[in-house]
């Protein structure tokens, strides 16, 4: 049996977010749940999910 992964956490490490790998944000063969989180957080900014904290 195979199986296949369509979702998983966004790869920011503060992040909580679970992502849809074909919603996602692709950078660097990590899967990210917002330009945010995928540019590591330049100016602070979280990414703005609800419930979610994240930042740098």
């Given at each position: 049996m195979t199986a296949t992964i369509t979702q998983m956490k966004?790869?920011?490490?503060?992040?909580?977010?679970?992502?849809?790998?074909?919603?996602?944000?692709?950078?660097?063969?990590?899967?990210?749940?917002?330009?945010?989180?995928?540019?590591g957080h330049p100016d602070g900014s979280g990414c703005s999910h609800k419930g979610c904290e994240c930042h740098a």
């Open positions: 966004c790869a920011c490490d503060s992040c909580l977010c679970i992502v849809n790998i074909s919603d996602a944000i692709s950078k660097n063969g990590n899967y990210y749940c917002s330009d945010a989180c995928a540019n």
